[in-house]
């Protein structure tokens, strides 16, 4: 079971080698850093070096990432919504055998961190010994370190830092704007290939209620905070609380999600539903 922890224990556990997250990484850590919305098989390359390095070194493998985007909390009118829930994000680290996560709820006091006590921090909380990112990543207040300050960081720090190159999609750099502009559009194979599995929707806080005479959940897209597919009818894969699963069709509507139910299935709690190629 994947541990979490938030920035707040980072704060106490760079100061107190007594605290939780200190002790669980007293080994060393192996760690990467992002928002990894979808995630996608560029991040994929990231938490993999992470497990490869954890592997050979007996230290544990962890992702440093957000509740919600920094770009949602900058630009909410620029940002068109999110591919990933935590929750699904959580599911996706556990699968590749990250041992933890730390969630940050991207703040105002955050957000004018440096990107030099950042780093510092989870040296300290964390006994960093490796970390990797990707070519573009930048991190602090204005974006002020880069891949060179890192770099240095890391040189000064004695800790291993390596840079993964862009992970291209016929010919073009692989990113969550390019997924998301195909989910829009309704390319819903083409935004799973580059995911790496089936585009999912994360229906655990979402707003649902039952309709008996048509056999059917309606879900209020206002309550669906991820990007929606545009209106039609799409085949489904339905989890449900319990992880049992069945297929179904939904139906894309302007303010409804239209959720067909067979007449056998015992209605319980929806997990999520990943559309079918």
Same mark, same amino acid.
């Given at each position: 079971?994947?541990?979490?922890? /938030?920035?707040?224990?980072?704060?106490?556990?760079?100061?107190?080698?007594?605290?939780?997250?200190?002790?669980?990484?007293?080994?060393?850590?192996?760690?990467?850093?992002?928002? @990894?919305?979808?995630?996608?098989?560029?991040?994929?390359?990231?938490?993999?070096?992470?497990?490869?390095?954890?592997?050979?070194?007996?230290?544990?493998?962890?992702?440093?990432?957000?509740?919600?985007?920094?770009?949602?909390?900058?630009?909410?009118?620029?940002? /068109?919504?999110?591919? /990933? +829930?935590?929750?699904?994000?959580?599911?996706?680290?556990?699968?590749?055998?990250?041992?933890?996560?730390?969630?940050?709820?991207?703040?105002?006091?955050?957000?004018?961190?440096?990107? =030099?006590? &950042?780093?510092?921090?989870?040296?300290?909380?964390?006994?960093?010994?490796?970390?990797? $990112?990707?070519?573009?990543?930048?991190?602090?207040?204005?974006?002020?370190?880069?891949?060179?300050?890192?770099?240095? @960081? $890391?040189?000064?720090?004695?800790?291993? &830092?390596?840079?993964? %190159?862009?992970?291209?999609?016929?010919?073009? =750099?692989?990113?969550?704007?390019?997924?998301?502009?195909?989910?829009?559009?309704? %390319?819903?194979?083409?935004?799973?290939?580059?995911?790496? =599995?089936?585009?999912?929707?994360?229906? =655990?806080?979402?707003?649902?209620?039952?309709?008996?005479? +048509? /056999? !059917?959940? !309606?879900?209020?897209?206002?309550?669906?905070?991820?990007?929606?597919?545009?209106?039609?009818?799409? !085949?489904?894969?339905?989890?449900? $609380?319990?992880?049992?699963? &069945?297929?179904?069709?939904?139906?894309?509507?302007?303010?409804?999600?239209?959720? %067909?139910?067979?007449? %056998?299935?015992?209605?319980?709690?929806?997990?999520?539903?990943? &559309?079918?190629?």
């Amino acid at each position: 079971m994947i541990k979490l922890f /938030s920035w707040n224990d980072v704060l106490l556990a760079s100061k107190d080698k007594n605290h939780l997250l200190s002790q669980f990484t007293k080994k060393g850590s192996a760690l990467s850093v992002g928002g @990894f919305d979808g995630p996608h098989l560029g991040h994929k390359e990231l938490f993999q070096q992470v497990i490869d390095y954890k592997t050979k070194n007996n230290v544990v493998a962890g992702v440093v990432t957000f509740k919600f985007p920094p770009k949602a909390a900058k630009n909410p009118t620029d940002f /068109s919504g999110e591919l /990933s +829930t935590i929750d699904l994000k959580l599911e996706y680290f556990e699968e590749m055998s990250i041992d933890f996560a730390i969630v940050i709820d991207f703040s105002c006091d955050f957000s004018k961190m440096k990107g =030099r006590d &950042f780093l510092t921090f989870l040296k300290n909380s964390c006994s960093m010994q490796f970390l990797v $990112a990707g070519s573009d990543f930048r991190c602090g207040y204005k974006l002020d370190t880069g891949i060179l300050q890192i770099s240095e @960081f $890391a040189a000064q720090n004695g800790i291993s &830092f390596n840079v993964v %190159e862009d992970y291209l999609f016929q010919g073009k =750099r692989i990113s969550s704007t390019i997924i998301r502009d195909f989910v829009q559009k309704g %390319e819903l194979e083409k935004a799973s290939k580059l995911l790496g =599995r089936a585009y999912a929707l994360d229906l =655990r806080n979402a707003l649902v209620q039952e309709n008996k005479e +048509t /056999s !059917q959940l !309606q879900i209020a897209n206002s309550s669906v905070i991820q990007l929606l597919p545009p209106v039609g009818k799409y !085949q489904v894969k339905v989890t449900l $609380a319990d992880t049992s699963t &069945f297929s179904s069709v939904m139906y894309v509507e302007s303010t409804l999600l239209r959720l %067909e139910i067979p007449l %056998e299935q015992k209605l319980q709690k929806l997990k999520k539903i990943e &559309f079918s190629l």
